[in-house]
Nanobody, 118 residues
Framework: VQLQASGGGLVQAGGSLRLSCVAS????????MGWYRQAPGKQRELVAS???????KYADSVKGRFTISRDNAKNSVYLQMNSLKPEDTAVYYC?????????????WGQGTQVTVSS
C-alpha cells in the first residue's frame, strides 16, 4: 500500500493551499484517514482526521481554517488550508488505517512541505 501526497508549496500568510493524498495497492478498505505535520525541532502532531463515515476531528490550532474531506471511491483524502499562518509551516504527512488481509495496518505518505511566509 502506498500513499502519495501532493499540493504543498510556498504561500504568503493569509493564503490557501489544498493537499491531496491517494492510497493505492492491495487492500480491502480504509478506516480513518488523516493529516499530520512536523515542524523543525518539534514532534509530529495530528492536524485533522476523518472516519470512513465522514466524522472529522481537528487540532485546536487549525479549527475554522482547515477542512479535511475524503473521497472513498478514489481512496483519497484532502486538506483545504485557508488563512495560513507562518506557524503552519511544516512537513505534512497523510496517514491511513487500512484493512488488509484481515488486519488493520497503518500507512504513511512521504510528506509534502508547506511553507508560509510572513
Amino acid at each position: 500500500v502506498q500513499l502519495q501526497a501532493s499540493g504543498g508549496g510556498l504561500v504568503q500568510a493569509g493564503g490557501s493551499l489544498r493537499l491531496s493524498c491517494v492510497a493505492s495497492g492491495r487492500f480491502y478498505s480504509i478506516n480513518d484517514m488523516g493529516w499530520y505535520r512536523q515542524a523543525p525541532g518539534k514532534q509530529r502532531e495530528l492536524v485533522a482526521s476523518i472516519t470512513s463515515g465522514g466524522s472529522t476531528k481537528y487540532a485546536d490550532s487549525v479549527k475554522g481554517r482547515f477542512t479535511i474531506s475524503r473521497d472513498n471511491a478514489k481512496n483519497s483524502v484532502y486538506l483545504q488550508m485557508n488563512s495560513l499562518k507562518p506557524e503552519d509551516t511544516a512537513v505534512y504527512y497523510c496517514n491511513a488505517d487500512v484493512n488488509r488481509y484481515g488486519l488493520r495496518m497503518d500507512y504513511w505518505g512521504q510528506g509534502t512541505q508547506v511553507t508560509v511566509s510572513s
